[in-house]
């Protein structure tokens, strides 16, 4: 059975940093499957932030975020990593992450994702 488990959330102010982390079991990252990060504000619907493929090594970014995050991975920890920098209020959100097989999709919709993790609040203010 596919789990995965988000940490890493916390109230920053903004311009600061976090490092969200994605913690998988039932699979195994770097066999042909692609980890997307996610995240929902209260009222919004769920967006795509970032995916990365271990098929082909592709990374994604949706544009609000891009410079600012970056999405890793630790084969030996089986676990993805989302770096947040130059955090801004919008960016608050509950952060989610999910996977698929093979590739990152064009477009980060969440309809194409599986096995959710529960999600991590990340607030940004001051």
């Known amino acids: 059975q596919v789990q995965l488990v988000e940490s890493g959330g916390g109230l920053v102010q903004p311009g600061g940093s976090l490092r969200l982390s994605c913690a998988a079991s039932g699979l195994t990252l770097e066999n042909n499957y692609a980890i997307g990060w996610f995240r929902q504000a209260p009222g919004k619907e769920r967006e795509g932030v970032s995916c990365l493929s271990s098929s082909d090594g592709t990374t994604r970014y949706t544009d609000a975020v891009k410079g600012r995050f970056t999405i890793s991975r630790d084969n030996a920890k089986n676990t993805v990593y989302l770096q947040m920098n130059s955090l801004k209020a919008e960016d608050t959100a509950v952060y989610y992450c999910?996977?698929?097989?093979?590739?990152?999709?064009?477009?980060?919709?969440?309809?194409?994702?599986?096995?959710w993790g529960p999600g991590t609040q990340v607030t940004v203010s001051s």
């Open positions: 999910a996977q698929r097989p093979l590739y990152c999709p064009s477009r980060i919709l969440p309809v194409q994702f599986d096995s």
